[in-house]
């Protein structure tokens, strides 16, 4: 047993603090030198301090051949860009947006948008990430820029942006609530993040800019305040949890639960991988080796994972919307359902107001605009997708009547964004919504938020599925055409 023990000691020691550094620092080959300094110092321990008689071979044997594995997995890494640099920099450009520069490539775009308006702590800046190399993403204080393209301006920008002392983009407010203030909280994924426009433009800033404009001689005396919470990746078990130890935390008057098309794929950690191995993205464990230097690592198991992606016939995301129903999607999606209707029983046992948001996919717009067009793409992937009966307006009816059974307060983006994008001939959705499609959303989002409020304020809350009345005078910022809209549940 002893000797067991003196030649596992080494390994099993060895691991246990590469997985704590790995954990807490992005130095990796910092941490393979390190560890081989470690193991390196045993053996002189062993050789020096522990008497032959004990037996000290086996650990000291064990020990070198750490030393000797950390040391080839540290010159294949450090080898690797010399050996291999057209697959380095295919890693490299694939995690870019956790290594670039923030000012690399700022004089090739047309726009930079600096958001200096965004009000932080000083204390938001007191984690740096190192300039030039691996970032992590939602640390506080950490800068990064965003590279992209508005569809309706047919110009390039770059949004440099920085995380609040919370980890997310947006303002930073005070946990405690003034007695002056009411609070809307908006939790979700990527569309809440918005790292995609600047963020005085994010539906968001809009909702809480337009709420606070028209507050003299409303019902709505007290200064709003709508805080972001999203994280790009997340699902609704993920937005529960956030829910229960952050959003709480600021005694929000309404929280806005935003459901996106892909977020049952989030709450299923197969589905999510496949997804984004269908996608042709980093998985999470690629990008984690990637953002500690690891490329050499990150491009094997990349390597490996491209079989398992040429496995994948259909995105698990467009599975969503076959005429039959596949069992792990129902499945996926009733564990998300779920999700929500913890989240609004949890909101209603704390006395806040609930409304679920569906944002809608590029692909019901689509579908919505040019039916025959959007099929006759789906059945151009090939494979199976040609055999498959779709049925794009799946999802929203599957919300709807959740919604409905459950008594959930709901308002669906979907129609609204449909009628705005055939009414200005504008898209809605670039990579996510565009400048325009968070003006869409701002539009409909402060007429529910309004109406909640309005009945928070004036009547005990109602558990009806009404978020906002029925309008038809919503006119999108800066388009000029009235947009007729109803609301996926209106009672």
Known sequence: MLKVASLLFPWLGTALLFLVLYNNTLYGKAILASLMLVNVAMVVLLKKRVPSRFGPELAISSAVSVVAVLATFLALETLFPLALPHRYHEILDLSKGHNENPEDGLATHNSLFSNTEQRTRPGAHAVANREGGPKLWHVPGGQFTYYGFDPNTKSSYANRFVWNSKGYFDHDYDVERPESVRRVVVIGDSYVEAIQVPLARTFH??????????????????????????????????????????????????????????????????????????????????????????????????????????????????????????????????????????????????????????????????????????????????????????????????????????????????????????????????????????????????????????RLLTTPPALKNAASPERTDVVPAATGQAVSYHPAVSK
């Open 205 to 454: 800033k809009i909702v809480e800019a337009e709420l606070n404009r028209g507050v003299a001689g409303s019902a709505l005396q007290p200064r709003m305040e709508v805080i972001a919470l999203g994280n790009s990746g997340t699902g609704q078990a993920e937005h529960l949890r956030v829910l229960k130890e952050q959003a709480v935390r600021y005694k929000p008057d309404l929280i806005l639960l935003m459901l996106c098309s892909n977020d049952f794929c989030d709450d299923d950690p197969e589905l999510k991988h496949e997804l984004v191995l269908a996608a042709g993205g980093m998985t999470p464990r690629t990008r984690r080796l990637a953002s500690h230097g690891y490329f050499a690592s990150a491009f094997a198991l990349r390597r490996l994972e491209d079989i398992r992606r040429n496995r994948i016939a259909v995105s698990p995301e467009l599975l969503q919307w076959t005429r039959d129903d596949i069992p792990r999607i129902e499945a996926a999606w009733d564990r998300t359902l779920n999700c929500i209707r913890e989240s609004r029983d949890f909101c209603h046992a704390h006395g806040i107001e609930f409304v679920l948001v569906y944002l809608g996919s590029e692909i019901e717009i689509k579908n919505a605009l040019d039916q025959a067009a959007t099929l006759a793409g789906l059945k151009a992937l090939g494979g199976p997708h040609r055999e498959i009966a779709w049925d794009l307006g799946k999802s929203v009816r599957r919300i709807n009547a959740f919604a409905e059974k459950h008594d959930v307060g709901f308002v669906s983006l979907l129609e609204p964004m449909i009628e705005a994008q055939k009414a200005s001939g504008k898209s809605v959705f670039g990579d996510h919504y565009t400048v325009f499609g968070h003006q869409v959303a701002a539009t409909v989002l402060t007429q529910a938020v309004e109406f909640r409020l309005q």
